[in-house]
């Protein structure tokens, strides 16, 4: 078997230039998403609308950065806030439009399951709605309408239940 022969300059300086440009290559993307900050740390807030934590403060989660963007986009703004997952969507409501039928749809398209039963959402005020999911007690939809726009928050997670509560409440008030 023939090995090649690294004991001349030229192989030498070539193999190692080749070794250099492919470890440079392979680290390039890891240096320049180092170098890009990420989207960080934001309040989980819509508009003037924001989830709030156990003090009344905003919520302040991880952003998630969009896999899309644009009109194919299922949700507009996404939060990771540990063991609890937060999406929103805001959209212009409709004149005649069934709000219960409606958010009960967004649960829907949200958890990839049966549609809910429009019936259980609950209405503390008007324009504020909750539906809790049928298959998992961590999923939670709450829309919210004001000035002919609605806001879509969809909640999962252990912590779902109190923030998507927090978030009906404090909008009732």
């Not at 939060?79 to 958010?103: F, M, V």
């Not at 912590?159 to 009906?168: D, S, W």
Request: aromatic share 10%; charged share 25%; hydrophobic share 35%.
């Amino acid at each position: 078997m023939h090995y090649p022969d690294f004991s001349d300059r030229t192989t030498k300086t070539g193999a190692l230039s080749l070794i250099v440009f492919t470890a440079l290559t392979l680290a390039l993307p890891f240096a320049a998403r180092a170098l890009v900050p990420g989207p960080g740390v934001t309040e989980v807030s819509v508009d003037d609308l924001s989830v709030r934590d156990s003090s009344g403060a905003p919520l302040e989660c991880d952003t998630v950065a969009q896999p899309f963007t644009g009109e194919s986009s299922q949700f507009d703004w996404q939060w990771d806030c540990g063991d609890t997952q937060i999406n929103a969507r805001k959209d212009s409501t409709a004149d005649e439009q069934d709000s219960k039928l409606t958010l009960a749809r967004y649960m829907r398209r949200a958890t990839f399951e049966d549609a809910p039963d429009p019936a259980k959402v609950e209405e503390s005020a008007p324009g504020v709605l909750l539906l809790e999911g049928e298959a998992s007690e961590k999923d939670f939809a709450a829309a919210i309408e004001r000035d002919g726009t609605t806001y879509y928050f969809f909640l999962t997670g252990e912590n779902a239940r109190e923030y998507a509560q927090r978030l009906v409440e404090t909008e009732a008030r």
